[in-house]
């Protein structure tokens, strides 16, 4: 079963405006951390946020914040103020202890920026 | 310097090949990890190490064997190519005692078999 759910497999936003990409997860580990990544056209994973599931704030790192709702299993990358570099696939992914670490990821979002 | 280094970044090869591609992490995580991405996007797990022993192998054929010499090498060998190998392969590395951290990826080494 798809541990990571991405159901927007492409987005519109215009310069300047916000977006905000959809993730729901399924895990049955109280521990586990939640990723978004960027990989733009060029070909590279670009890491943005990170929230562990005992945070109790939502995780925030510049322009990007995560929407983080644990009832809901959802982890939702907010972009505000969308910038034309900011066109690329997003990624997110989970980390749970039982699967060594290592990070599951839904399909990808590929996000493009408007003028 | 260079976080985690993979190489090459291209490589062409024909069905049958046997083919290497080196990683290198000089950030002295414990884990390193193999993912292959389609040609859909996809990014799967296909192997993970940590402090040079496997702890996870996703269903991957045995033609593809992960070699550790070292926490901070990890190579990926590949026997028998067929044209379904052809993938982006991505390096990567994070630490998992202590304090963890995201993982750190490679540039991709894109395998085109013909």
């Known amino acids: 079963a798809q541990k990571i759910t991405q159901t927007q497999p492409g987005m519109f936003v215009q310069e300047k405006e916000a977006v905000t990409l959809d993730c729901t997860y399924d895990t049955s580990d109280q521990s586990y951390g939640l990723f978004w990544y960027k990989q733009p056209s060029s070909g590279e994973m670009i890491f943005l946020i990170y929230?562990?599931?005992?945070?109790?704030q939502n995780a925030t790192e510049g322009r990007y914040s995560l929407n983080f709702q644990k009832a809901r299993k959802s982890a939702n990358l907010v972009i505000s103020a969308s910038q034309l570099g900011d066109s690329a696939m997003y990624f997110c992914a989970m980390r749970e202890k039982n699967s060594g670490y290592a990070l599951n990821f839904g399909k990808g979002t590929s996000l493009l920026v408007t003028p | 310097d260079t976080a985690v280094s993979q190489t090459p970044k291209y490589l062409v090869t024909q069905m049958g090949n046997d083919k290497s591609i080196k990683c290198e992490q000089n950030l002295g995580h414990d884990t390193m990890y193999w993912y292959k991405q389609d040609s859909k996007k996809f990014l799967k797990i296909m192997f993970s190490?940590?402090?040079?022993?496997?702890?996870i192998n996703e269903t991957v054929p045995n033609r593809f064997s992960p070699k550790s010499p070292d926490k901070a090498h990890l190579n990926l060998h590949i026997n028998s190519l067929e044209l379904g190998d052809s993938a982006v392969y991505f390096c990567?590395?994070?630490?998992?005692?202590?304090?963890?951290?995201?993982?750190?990826f490679g540039q991709g080494t894109r395998l085109t078999v013909v």
């Open positions: 190490y940590n402090n040079k022993e496997l702890i």
């Open positions: 929230q562990g599931s005992y945070d109790e």
């Open positions: 990567a590395s994070s630490q998992t005692g202590g304090a963890p951290t995201e993982a750190f």
